[in-house]
């Protein structure tokens, strides 16, 4: 399924310490976005069934990392409790 069809099963989870988790149908992560202190410090996003990219700090300390596959790539993520 590409990524333009995928529907949210949860529109996002997001919790009190600033990381937002968004879920495929599936239940496989979309997307996970973790802020400390108003910045993203990290980024994952599902751009498509074979290809997921990163993004890890800030400003010139971020490095962008793209995963890709041949074959669909899974990902779940839960947000543990502080």
């Not at 973790?34 to 074979?50: A, P, S, Y």
Request: aromatic share 6%; hydrophobic share 30%; glycine share 8%.
């Amino acid at each position: 399924m590409s990524k333009n069809r995928r529907r949210h099963r949860q529109p996002r989870i997001k919790t009190p310490a600033g990381t937002e988790l968004r879920y495929n149908e599936d239940g496989t992560v979309d997307e996970i976005i973790i802020n400390r202190n108003g910045e993203c410090i990290f980024h994952l996003e599902q751009m498509d069934d074979g290809h997921y990219w990163s993004a890890l700090g800030t400003g010139q300390e971020r490095v962008d990392i793209n995963f890709h596959s041949d074959s669909p790539i899974s990902a779940r993520a839960e947000a543990v409790p502080e």
